[in-house]
């Protein structure tokens, strides 16, 4: 949406500025979901690590999984398995964050505000710039976007602009 109609209501298409915008634009996405795959396809379970029988110093007994776990090593309830260096269980990946991920995860997270903020930038303006707010009726369109286009009230694109906007935000 932000690639192809907010940025060529700005900049003219193939011009320095749009092309400049959308090149950073796909690189932003495109480290996005690779990063959002490497979190959730990097195991960080101890499940096929060769681990000493022997409780070595700082080392605990896992009865859940009934295995030696190393220090900064916790059971995850959700998983179901020890996690090296457990972070976190992240609702949002379906997984847990550890040693072998939090790297993935920590870029996700800091492309991800980049894409945010740069995407509630233009989308601001851009929602500023066509719909109406001076009606009577803006206050609903606002408070009640999907209700107007479901009850037929206002089937303009602008409306569905709205919806998109207030969805990503």
Known sequence: FELYVVLPSYYPIWSFWYVIHFISGTFVMCNITSNFVAVVCTD????????????????????????????????????????????????????????????????????????????????????????????????VKLIFPLAMVAFGIDLSVNQMYLILYLIIL
Do not use: Q
């Open 44 to 139: 960080t379970s101890i499940k096929g690590i060769m681990l000493p029988s022997t409780l070595a110093p700082n080392w605990h007994f896992c009865s859940v999984c009934e295995t030696t776990s190393p220090p900064r090593s916790w059971h995850c309830e959700t998983c179901n398995t020890c996690i090296m260096r457990r972070d976190h269980h992240c609702m949002f990946t379906g997984c847990c964050i550890g040693h072998f991920n939090y790297r993935f995860f920590l870029v996700f997270i800091i492309h991800m505000l980049l894409g945010t903020i740069y995407a509630t930038y233009f989308n601001s303006w851009f929602i500023w710039e066509n719909v109406d707010f001076r009606t009577p009726m803006a206050i």
